[in-house]
């Protein structure tokens, strides 16, 4: 069982918890579901409508789908997202600012005055996106978390164990 620390109103917001409240309940998704195969082909009901929201219209998802896409997610902000694809376009986006930059060099010098009313939006700007992402990130990782235990009370119930460990 994973230990669940309590939290003061204040920290009941915040990201950290937002994260650990979600893979508290997808590791305790993972605990109950003892052979995920059982999930293939079960199709989505009406009352797992939370559950549709993670994947497009177009795809067809099971149950099993599912459950893969949340221990990915879990996986990812656990360890991180490193793949090959996303460093090759950093190194892209690295190549065209310094193109850029050296660029802007020749022209910045009659540009001085009002970079710096430029920089003062630009981190207001930024602490706007932080709020903004941030919110959101909240919001999505609430949903995930309710999605986990959608799935997990449902595969209880496909088996015939609803009333356990509640």
Not at 21 to 45: C, E, K, W, Y
Not at 59 to 78: N, V
Not at 125 to 144: S, W
């Amino acid at each position: 069982m994973m230990m669940q620390l309590s939290e003061t109103p204040n920290q009941k917001n915040s990201l950290f918890n937002a994260m650990n409240r979600f893979i508290g309940a997808v590791n305790n998704m993972d605990q109950t579901i003892m052979v995920p195969s059982l999930l293939r082909d079960v199709p989505l009901q009406d009352e797992d409508r939370e559950m549709s929201s993670l994947k497009s219209d177009d795809e067809e998802g099971d149950m099993y789908s599912y459950y893969q896409l949340l221990k990915s997610i879990r996986r990812d902000i656990e360890w991180g997202v490193r793949c090959a694809a996303a460093d090759e376009r950093r190194k892209e986006s690295m190549k065209i600012t310094r193109v850029n930059s050296s660029a802007s060099i020749s022209s910045s010098s009659s540009a001085s005055s009002s970079s710096s009313e430029e920089e003062d939006e630009e981190d207001e700007d930024l602490e706007k996106q932080f709020q903004f992402h941030l919110t959101g990130l909240q919001g999505v990782l609430g949903k995930l978390t309710l999605q986990a235990n959608s799935l997990t009370k449902r595969y209880k119930k496909e088996i015939g164990i609803g009333g356990w460990g509640q």
